[in-house]
DNA sequence: TAGATTGTTAATCGATTAACAATC
DNA sequence: TAGATTGTTAATCGATTAACAATC
């Protein structure tokens, strides 16, 4: 069997060139070329074109993408084209940020249960939704048919709520934690811990330092 | 002049070893070996070996690596062997919450200054911080010597406020709206968007599925 | 010495880019 | 037809892995 094999960096770009489409419909740009949207997104137009034809043939030769026909097509392509339930565990300062973010909504996630362990926690509303208490997690993941767990407990819990969220149905995490997960490789699961990026930042800040003097001296 | 590149996965990998480590240093383990820290983060022992050999050799040939000098090493390469001054733009939800976020200084990072433009949370007090006017952030950027943008604006509102920060001195942004920022080179800009990482997952799960579907036709 | 594990090289794998035929 | 831009191939580039000599 032939399984074509899709960079995850393409899925990534592919999530940022819909947003330039969207921002360019909105601007009334009714025709895109590959040069354009590389532009726009800061890849290269080769990059940009090989990562569409991946899906399928968008563009006509000579003219370009129809900026909302292509829209739409990665939209598609990216699972856009239908609502998503999710549950956030964890509703602390960060968990409360992100079952308050309206960008989620507008882009078909539906936060349908948030849980946390503190009593302090348990009750209170965020919105429209209640915080419940962490034992109802697994009821209400059937009974919502959630899909995507979204995990922003600390370290040391990280591991027993990924295993709990996967048990009770779900099939994707978003893992907010510094603990990297250990779970069944069929598990969808992405690290989006923000200070791993910082220290990103901190190592070039440094390192880009350290090249500058390498190269004077030379 | 030779340069030697450094993969950015490399980067993000030392990251994960050094959160990795200090869970260990703490369970009193004395000497990892590749194998063991491959076993904790799911890379390979050789990745292992090969992501330390960029910068030095801190292991025993038939015995391994002492855990805490490990450790320390890493974050000297990290940068993280002193302290950082972040400013936030954006006094949101998400904003408020990183404002906030305790994990921020207990690896060395210090928010010197958060800044919105909206008069009703102007004056907001974040813990210890003020949230101040936007008008401000070119002063207080200056003054308390800011390295690190953390951007929590609106997506419209991100490339004004990233050419602001860098004309004030800032080096390193780290970009939470969905808005590519267009800048000088040498800037050092890390995308955080995190509806991003949730499009990559609902790719996967339609994309699974679809996989799936062809290989059990065959 | 025998067993273990590193550091490093060469081979492999995968992703990006350049180039161009196809075609509007 | 001339100009433009796609879709695709082949070449290049870079990152990962396997293997093993070095060495504790």
């Known amino acids: 069997m032939k399984t074509l094999k899709i960079p995850e960096a393409t899925i990534m770009r592919l999530a940022v060139y819909s947003r330039y489409l969207e921002r360019a419909e909105k601007q009334g740009i009714t025709t895109v070329s590959s040069a354009a949207i590389a532009d726009g997104t800061g890849v290269s137009p080769a990059q ?52 308050l973010y309206e960008g989620f909504l507008s882009r078909g996630f539906r936060i349908v249960g948030v849980f946390d362990i503190d009593p302090k926690i348990v009750g209170k509303h965020l919105g429209e939704i209640e915080v419940l208490h962490v034992s109802q997690l697994e009821d209400v993941v059937a009974r919502k048919k959630a899909e995507i767990g979204i995990i922003t407990v600390p370290a040391s819990a990280a591991q027993e709520v990924g295993e709990r969220l996967v048990k009770a149905g779900v099939r994707a995490l978003l893992n907010f934690s510094p603990h990297v997960l250990n779970l069944a490789r069929d598990v969808i699961v992405r690290n989006v811990d923000f200070s791993l990026h910082l220290e990103v930042l901190t190592f070039n800040l440094v390192f880009g330092k350290i090249k500058k003097e390498v190269a004077e001296e030379k």
């Open 48 to 99: 940009v074109r090989k990562d569409l034809a991946y899906f399928g043939e968008f563009g006509t030769r000579g003219v370009g993408y129809h900026t909302g026909e292509l829209s739409s097509n990665i939209r598609r392509i990216l699972g856009l084209n239908r609502c998503w339930s999710a549950v956030i565990v964890g509703a602390g300062k960060l968990g409360s940020a992100l079952a």
